[in-house]
């Protein structure tokens, strides 16, 4: 899954089936062309049994969130649990990841699912988030907003994105879970009050590379709303929803939005 690219494609996304239930989709003209805010999807493939992931996520966290020389605040992480059968954050998702990108171990990484690494060092991590914005531009805008209806455990997400050169797209949605304390292993020790975040806990849409758009012309928006229904063991306020859109023209991601299921709301550009 390895693709080259210079700097002129991209854009939105829309029509998309999705696992739950899928609104209805409207389409409406925009504005000129342009160059979006460009932020970058960073799956990280881990697992509780897994004694290295920590040390991992660590070196993943110190380049995105501590690094004084740069900070990558576009980007943002899905820990995709997985690996071994009693992995009790396990999703399908996660091996299938694996399988696709040729991953002989964990921790992995994998940036827009564009290219993927075994084990996660700090060079390699500035490497291919300094690529994804310099190399890999976004030329459409992505929103989300999301409400919650506690009476029935489920949520409303709308995806918008505003498009400014002609493309096919594809669209996934995935939910995710902050603050999870549960037992981890870490080098020669089990923490059993490890705090894990940006947990996936769901694919929304019907397929993990994404529903197919069809052609989108330039200059248009596309809005496309979804209804999913919660787990009862889920922390609602810890919840996000991410909408990632492939452009068909590269086959990864080339920009994103996510925010908090409760009522929140993110534009790309912001």
């Avoid at 999807?41 to 969130?65: H, N, Q």
């Avoid at 084990?119 to 890999?136: A, C, P, Q, T």
């Avoid at 805008?141 to 919650?148: N, P, Q, W």
Wanted: charged share 25%.
């Amino acid at each position: 899954m390895k693709y080259t690219i210079k700097a002129l494609l991209f854009c939105l996304l829309a029509t998309m089936a999705i696992s739950c239930n899928d609104d209805d989709t409207h389409v409406e003209k925009v504005v000129e062309a342009k160059e979006y805010k460009k932020h970058i999807a960073v799956f990280k493939l881990t697992g509780t049994w897994c004694s290295f992931c920590p040390e991992g996520s660590r070196r993943l966290d110190y380049v995105l969130e501590d690094d004084g020389r740069n900070r990558y605040d576009n980007a943002h992480i899905l820990a995709f649990h997985g690996g071994m059968t009693g992995e009790p954050m396990r999703i399908p998702q996660t091996n299938l990841l694996y399988y696709d990108f040729g991953l002989t171990g964990y921790p992995s990484v994998i940036y827009d699912m564009r290219k993927g690494y075994t084990d996660i060092k700090i060079d390699e991590v500035r490497k291919e988030l300094n690529e994804s914005i310099n190399d890999y531009p976004s030329y459409f805008g992505v929103s989300i907003a999301s409400d919650l209806n506690s009476a029935k455990d489920e949520v409303n997400i709308q995806v918008s994105i505003e498009t400014s050169v002609k493309d096919s797209y594809r669209i996934i949605v995935y939910l995710t879970e902050d603050n999870i304390i549960a037992a981890q292993k870490d080098g020669e020790i089990i923490n059993y009050e490890y705090k894990h975040n940006h947990v996936v806990r769901k694919l929304v849409s019907e397929s993990y590379t994404g529903d197919a758009t069809g052609e989108i012309a330039a200059g248009y928006t596309v809005v496309k709303g979804y209804n999913c229904k919660l787990d009862a063991e889920w922390v609602t306020d810890e919840l996000k929803a991410y909408a990632l859109i492939i452009a068909e023209s590269t086959g990864f991601i080339q920009n994103m939005a996510l925010c908090k299921v409760d009522g929140g709301s993110m534009n790309s550009e912001d």
